[in-house]
């Protein structure tokens, strides 16, 4: 008898110890890491940051790639010295804390990536290109083990936004959903014009310059847009130096071929060719001059008739084009607030 029961007693220790404790039975959670990545688009060897939140082992997460506004832009939503933000390394940051992985990258002309390939011709540089960069990245983020292939996103600000529309078209799979953050959401040149409509307004207002300029310069703004789109002459006739300045570089400049492909793109028409279903989000700031919230009009509606799914447009009180409200360091709550409305329809 007690040689049985010393048997049975090892057998109940050898099987108790091949049986995991519930704390050995669930997975160890890795931590959250920023990871540098190279990736090389016709000849450019790009680089980038991948963020992956915290989570557990094996566990595939949402993931977003995060494309920046228009000019040199860098991967973290600068322009240095002058204009740093941060609009994207705060993105980046705030959906981390929302479970999602982010990959933003140096696109053409800033960061490490530089200009690349077009070094030598910067003039051959068109909007086309940046959103085969675009595509680049977002294959390298669909490959990535931690990411849910269902659940990718494009996340484009300002003129990033248009880059993601068009992407969005481009891409298997199509991204399940689209964030188009203050976007540009009308041809490039009619949103020129419509800013520099507004600064002559204010000028006027102010007095520095008379009713009179400001008539003479309205037309002549709106004539240098026909011309350039047309291919004709500029007539700077009455146009203020800085302003005629401004649509000479553009007719001459190494910027023309990209100023005028994305000018041919209407971004309402990209919106309409979304997959229907496909998740957005659409902000606008009351505080944004660069991007007034009546200018998304078409495109909200646009959005609406490719059967986009919500949460759709959302007005950002207070918010101005770089997502930020009274703290100039962070974003403001709302726009965390929209990002975690849209990231919850995600899961």
């Known amino acids: 008898m007690f040689q049985r029961r010393t048997a049975l007693t090892a057998v109940l220790t050898t099987t108790a110890l091949l049986v995991p404790t519930a704390a050995e039975a669930t997975p160890r959670p890795v931590p959250a890491l920023d990871r540098e990545v190279v990736f090389t688009v016709e000849g450019t060897k790009t680089y980038g940051t991948l963020h992956v939140p915290a989570h557990r082992r094996g566990q595939r997460l949402p993931a977003a790639l995060l494309l ?12 240095p010295p002058a204009v740093t933000p941060h609009t994207l390394s705060h ?36 909007h086309p290109a940046f959103v085969r960069q675009a595509a680049a990245a977002y294959r390298l983020l669909r490959a990535e083990p931690v990411t849910d292939p269902r659940a990718l996103v494009v ?26 953050l203050q976007p540009q959401a009308i041809r490039l040149l009619d949103l020129i014009a419509r800013q520099l ?15 009179e300029q400001q008539r003479v310069n309205d037309e ?24 005629a300045q401004f649509f000479q570089a553009l007719s001459d400049g190494p910027s023309r071929r990209f100023v005028l492909g994305n000018d041919q793109v209407d971004p309402s028409t990209a919106a309409g ?7 957005v989000l659409l902000t606008c700031g009351t505080a944004d001059v660069q991007v007034p919230c009546d200018t998304t009009d078409s495109l909200a509606e646009a ?3 490719a059967g986009a799914a919500g949460p ?11 997502l930020r409200g009274t703290d100039p360091n962070t974003l403001a709550p709302a726009v965390v607030d929209a990002l975690r409305a849209f990231t919850d329809g995600l899961r």
């Open 197 to 211: 409509h507004a600064q002559l307004a204010a000028a006027a207002r102010g007095g520095q310059i008379t009713p």
């Open 312 to 322: 759709g447009r959302t007005v950002l009180t207070g918010v101005d084009h770089n």
């Open 303 to 305: 959005l609406r008739r």
């Open 155 to 180: 996340a484009g600000h300002s003129e990033g936004a248009l880059t993601g529309l068009l992407l969005a078209d481009e891409v298997r799979p199509r991204p399940a959903g689209v964030v188009l």
């Open 220 to 243: 002549g703004v709106d004539r240098a847009v026909s011309a350039l789109r047309s291919g004709e002459p500029l007539d700077p006739t009455g146009l203020l130096p800085v302003i």
């Open 273 to 279: 060719r979304l997959r229907a279903g496909t998740r």
């Open 68 to 79: 920046p506004g228009s000019g040199p832009t860098d991967r973290d939503g600068n322009q």
């Open 91 to 126: 993105l980046a940051a705030a959906l981390g804390r929302q479970g999602v992985v982010t990959l933003r990258f140096d696109k053409y002309g800033s960061g490490r990536t530089g200009l690349g390939a077009y070094a030598s011709r910067p003039g051959d540089l068109d």
